[in-house]
């Protein structure tokens, strides 16, 4: 028998609660109305997402994976081209490049951030090398100066994956607004999450926003007519109730990302002095928005699951890097050590907004035993 959950992974549900006072009319209405894609809710969310992520334009796409394929595509990326990405991500991110019809180059990351690094990029590049896809994986940002400066002078586009970075600063700047694009999921789970699956691609320059709104609505120009099509396309629009809950939840992103924030300084306060837990590095001129909390540990299965059977719940953000899974690993072309290394001792402690500091200190006291013994 599983014991009672004390400390959940996550409560999506407190979210939906804080949120649905402030949009059951307009939800209700926009249902009854029948206006589901597209419209002026999804508009709004865009320009609200665009000021938030402080670039020109925001994309309102169906999801995060999505959002990276189709701004590879309106990249122009695509058949013989290599693109640079860490291989210690969720798999979409390289799945992405591959259904954009490109080749995944698979780097190895940071052994103290986990997160790719500018000597990691430079010495990657080859002449078939067309883009980097910087990820922001657990909220956190690797040193923007340095990538952004290493692919333009290699004369590569860099997009970010910013699925997990909502929010997110590198001095003081918003994830997203650095590279050729930014590319965000509104998964449920994530920092900014929509009623089921959304996404969205930010950029500064217009065209390229034009193009993947083109992409995502069958290659049709924005025109009056709606059976001109410029080119190929496909169906990958944002629906307009999705637009009106991420609408009232980016209203309260600042106060439950400071939440969070503040929950993972007293994990790193409680967990500093562990003989057996090894934090991730966050660089000082880095904002992490903590959508996971991970640590690493020898003996994972076993921590897990002594805090299992305290009731409490954590995760595995990810047990296996993308250049070790089945469809990918035609194309690894070695071993990428601090990955394989990560992937199976990396773990997510519980981390949300509505969480308690009591929480915190439960999980903190149980690791503290478990490394006592
Ligand atoms: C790092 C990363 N990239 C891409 C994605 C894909 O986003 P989605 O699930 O919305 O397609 C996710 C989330 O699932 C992610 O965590």
């Known amino acids: 028998m599983h014991p009672a959950i004390e400390v959940p992974f996550t409560d999506l549900s407190a979210m939906a609660h804080e949120v649905w006072p402030d949009i059951e009319t307009t939800y209700t209405e926009a249902l009854l109305a029948a206006r589901y894609v597209g419209g002026p809710a999804v508009a709004r969310f865009e320009e609200n997402f665009a000021r938030y992520c402080e670039t020109g334009h925001a994309v309102g796409v169906a999801n995060g994976t999505d959002a990276l394929q189709l701004t590879l595509q309106a990249l122009g990326i695509g058949a013989g081209d290599e693109v640079i990405v860490p291989s210690n991500t969720f798999i979409a991110t390289a799945a992405a490049v591959v259904r954009a019809g490109a080749i995944p180059a698979f780097v190895d990351v940071d052994p103290d951030s986990l997160l790719i690094t500018p000597a990691i990029l430079a010495a990657a590049i080859t002449p078939r090398t067309s883009a980097v896809i910087v990820v922001h994986l657990y909220g956190n940002m690797p040193d923007m100066d340095g990538l952004v400066a290493v692919a333009d002078k290699a004369g590569i586009a860099l997009v970010e994956d910013a699925a997990q970075a909502h929010g997110a600063e590198w001095r003081d700047r918003r994830a997203g607004s650095f590279g050729a694009a930014g590319c965000f999921s509104f998964y449920p ?7 089921g699956d959304a996404g969205a691609v930010v950029t500064n320059d217009e065209k ?3 193009k993947v709104r083109s992409l995502a609505n069958h290659g049709r120009d924005g025109g009056a007519n709606h059976y001109e099509h410029s080119f190929v396309g496909t169906n990958s629009r944002l629906d307009a109730l999705q637009a009106i809950v991420l609408d009232a939840k980016l209203a309260r992103n600042e106060t439950w990302t400071e939440a969070r924030i503040s929950f993972a300084d007293r994990y790193r306060k409680e967990l500093a002095g562990s003989k057996t837990l090894r934090l991730t590095e966050v660089n000082p001129l880095a904002r992490h928005v903590y959508h996971l909390m991970v640590v690493r ?3 994972r299965e076993q921590v897990q699951k002594v805090l299992q059977d305290n009731g409490i719940q954590t995760g595995v953000h990810y047990p296996v890097p993308c250049h070790l899974q089945p469809p990918l690993r035609q194309y690894a072309t070695g071993p990428l050590p601090v990955c394989e290394q990560a992937a199976v001792e990396q773990f997510s402690l519980p981390l949300f907004p ?9 999980v903190c006291e149980v690791l503290d035993e478990v490394s006592e013994k």
Do not use: C, I, T, W
């Open 208 to 210: 390229l926003a034009e």
């Open 189 to 195: 789970g994530k920092n900014l999450g929509a009623f």
């Open 297 to 299: 540990v020898a003996n």
């Open 354 to 362: 509505h969480m308690s500091r009591a929480q915190v200190d439960r």
